[in-house]
């Protein structure tokens, strides 16, 4: 009974006519960075999109959600957060949440991480020095908070919590890194624990519920692949997949009784099988090492990034596509460095380090871009943009957030 509850949950939560064209979690409502929202337009010409409105919010990679007229997004200022939430239409200031975090750059700016979720009218804000908030996603209201440090004995990963929690079946669950339980749920009406489970230390991807297995979740921590029971947390599998430093950022790419992982620092990637009660690689491959930017998949094909930050490696980035099945690329193309990727009614969206927006074809014949805009400025603009409502919203790691018009209904009604 409590697998169809989850089933259930699963489906209302993934399912792409459940939110309309909202964008509730980081990555999509599919937690896959794909939106099946119609109408982008892809042929642009001389022109470029309508800028709607234009914001700062403080440094950060955090991403923007939008829900029911209002998109939300968080920065770091003077030793602050602060979460925004505004009017999609015209970027007026609703409400703000602001609480104590340190900027804590290292080896990059530094500023906001992890991206907030909403569901059933409530936001769900994390922070990268262990904070979470519980807020009334209309108002801002504190509902509950906690620290994850404090509370939970999490232990706090070297570049900060960046995943975004999960949100099902009245559970919230995210990571800890602690010993006593890496992966744990709270109740999501008042905070209380529900379950804790595994060990490992805490990497900054996402939790994910499997598609093939609704009642499992998972999890891409410092360890690499972990599968857990979302009844009661218990571990069910691992798969190891190391790196330098413990960086496993780039979201899993669930293919159902596969998974695709991928990582930078030398480690590349793997097809992971996790049919047998021991999982194992069905390939591994050093040319597949996506440092942030996670895979996008489409008809038997990822695309990714491949290269990592710092001096030549970045410039030397790829953007590519793969045949999955054999691990192997079919082209791929440099000059973009590095950036991310998010897939919107077949098309490829893809915001540059450097601020460039970039539509390309989703085709494993040959690489074809469609449209480019500069749209931000700065460097280090690793954060996926967001595709809602005809609406992409971009931020920059120093902390502008533009909102373009990009859909094909708005030229539409204008020709008529």
């Known amino acids: 009974m409590a697998y169809w509850h989850v089933l259930i949950a699963y489906l209302l939560f993934f399912s792409p006519t459940a939110f309309s064209a909202d964008w509730t979690s980081y990555a999509g409502n599919h937690r896959d960075h794909h939106s099946s929202e119609k109408g982008l337009r892809t042929e642009w010409g001389n022109e470029e999109p309508a800028e709607l409105w234009r914001i700062k919010i403080g440094a950060g990679y955090s991403s923007v959600i939008e829900w029911d007229g209002l998109a939300y997004c968080q ?16 970027g007026e200031v609703i409400w703000t949440h602001q609480y104590p975090c340190r900027k804590d750059p290292k080896f ?17 804000l994390p922070s990268h020095e262990g904070d979470l908030y519980a807020l009334n996603a209309k108002d801002g209201k504190i509902l509950w908070s906690l620290n994850i440090i404090k509370d939970l004995k999490g232990i706090r990963p070297d570049w900060g919590y960046s995943g975004c929690p999960l949100v099902a079946e009245g559970k919230v669950i995210f990571e800890t890194g602690s010993p006593e339980g890496s992966l744990v749920a709270l109740n999501s009406q008042d905070g ?48 190891q997949h190391k790196t330098r430093f413990g960086v496993n950022a780039a979201q899993p790419l ?25 999982p194992q690689a069905i390939w591994e491959s050093e040319a597949i090492s996506c440092q942030m930017s996670s895979l996008v998949h489409l008809d038997g094909h990822a695309y990714g990034i491949h290269g990592q930050a710092g001096g030549r490696s970045a410039s030397q980035s790829t953007l590519f596509c793969l045949r999955i099945d ?24 893809m915001l540059t380090e450097n601020g460039e927006l970039v539509l390309c074809e989703t085709s494993p014949r040959k690489f074809t871009e469609l449209a480019s805009f500069q749209v931000l400025s700065g460097k280090a603009n690793w954060t996926p943009p967001t595709y809602s409502n005809g609406k992409m919203h971009c931020r920059s790691s120093r902390g502008d957030w533009v909102c373009l018009r990009m859909s094909q209904s708005s030229v539409d009604s204008v020709e008529k």
Not at 77 to 88: A, D, I, P, R, Y
Not at 108 to 124: D, M, N, V, W
Not at 212 to 233: A, C, M, R, Y
């Open 254 to 278: 669930d293919l159902g009784d596969t998974v695709l992982v991928t990582s930078a620092y030398g480690k590349g990637g793997a097809l992971v099988d996790l049919k047998a009660s021991i």
């Open 326 to 349: 054999r691990g192997k690329k079919v082209w791929e193309k440099k000059g973009y460095g590095l950036g991310s990727l998010i897939l919107v009614d077949g098309t490829l969206v």
């Open 192 to 239: 209380s624990l529900v379950w804790r489970g595994g060990s490992h230390e805490a990497g900054y991807a996402s939790p994910v519920i499997r598609k093939s297995t609704p009642n499992e979740i998972l999890l891409f921590n410092q360890f690499g692949l972990s599968v857990h029971d979302f009844k009661n947390g218990n571990e069910l599998k691992t798969y």
């Open 108 to 124: 990059f700016q530094g500023g906001s991480r992890a991206t907030p979720l909403i569901h059933e009218k409530t936001l769900y």
């Open 75 to 90: 920065g770091n200022e003077n030793g602050k957060n602060t979460l925004f939430c505004v009017n999609s239409q015209t």
